[in-house]
């Protein structure tokens, strides 16, 4: 059976820092594609950051680039999302996603394209 579990979000301030994890059982994440989607009170779910399973290439959404940043440990069977420079905007329900890597990672992102998904965990960013 297939789980993916997300880390507790929380509350961080302002331009602080929080790393999501997520671990997933019942396959190997080895050969799958990763994704980080997140949903803000009255907004569509977004893409924030995916990955692909072969050649490590990414997409990152334009609202985060270079504050998130998607990793990978296939050892240990768990995708991370590391998110700096904080603001209110990122508030959101946080999911992880996982699917085999049915295209490139930008298009499963938008579109999106995955079947396994995480329960979501809230983060706040607020003072």
């Known amino acids: 059976q297939v789980h993916l579990v997300v880390s507790a979000g929380g509350s961080v301030q302002p331009g602080g820092s929080l790393r999501l994890s997520c671990t997933v059982s019942?396959?190997?994440?080895?050969?799958?594609?990763i994704g980080w989607f997140r949903q803000a009170p009255g907004k569509t779910r977004e893409g924030v950051a995916c990955?692909?399973?072969?050649?490590?290439?990414?997409y990152i959404a334009d609202s985060v680039k270079g504050r998130f940043t998607i990793s990978r440990d296939n050892a240990e069977n768990t995708m991370y999302l590391q998110m700096h420079s904080l603001k209110p905007e990122d508030t959101a329900v946080y999911y992880c996603?996982?699917?085999?890597?049915?295209?490139?990672?930008?298009?499963?992102?938008?579109?999106?394209?995955?079947?396994?998904w995480g329960q979501g965990t809230q983060f706040t960013v607020s003072s």
């Open positions: 019942g396959f190997d994440l080895h050969y799958y594609a």
């Open positions: 990955m692909s399973s072969s050649d490590g290439s990414t």
């Open positions: 996603a996982a699917e085999l890597p049915i295209h490139t990672a930008q298009a499963m992102c938008v579109m999106p394209l995955f079947g396994s």
